[in-house]
């Protein structure tokens, strides 16, 4: 069974910083496509960074600058680095593997698709 599991979210003040992980267990190869999104109450599940198996990315406008997402691939894991937080960055953030973010970048559909469970990250004024 494929899992991704985050961690690393929290309550940091403004202008604070916080690195996210996504370790991905339960298959055996890597997966070419994996992006972090996230979702304020209310609003829709929004794609925050991405980045392909040979390194590639793409970042919302919003957090370009401030955000930086990489991979391990001998780990399984995906990071997104935040820095500068900002209140509007308060939201749950999910890690996603496959097609929702394979489309995102314009990519080919893999033809499968895995969430995490969310990580709370809170950004204080």
């Known amino acids: 069974q494929v899992q991704l599991v985050e961690s690393g979210g929290g309550l940091v003040q403004t202008g604070g910083s916080l690195r996210l992980s996504c370790v991905v267990s339960g298959i055996s190869f890597s997966i070419n496509t994996m992006g972090w999104y996230r979702q304020a109450p209310g609003k829709p599940r929004d794609l925050v960074a991405a980045v392909t198996d040979g390194g590639f990315t793409k970042y919302a406008y919003s957090v370009k600058g401030r955000f930086t997402i990489s991979r391990d691939n001998a780990k399984n894991t995906v990071y997104l680095q935040m820095t500068s937080l900002k209140p509007d960055d308060t939201a749950v953030y999910y890690c996603?593997?496959?097609?929702?973010?394979?489309?995102?970048?314009?990519?080919?559909?893999?033809?499968?698709?895995?969430w995490g469970q969310g990580t709370q990250v809170t950004v204080s004024s």
């Open positions: 996603n593997g496959g097609d929702t973010t394979a489309q995102a970048m314009g990519l080919a559909k893999l033809g499968y698709n895995y």
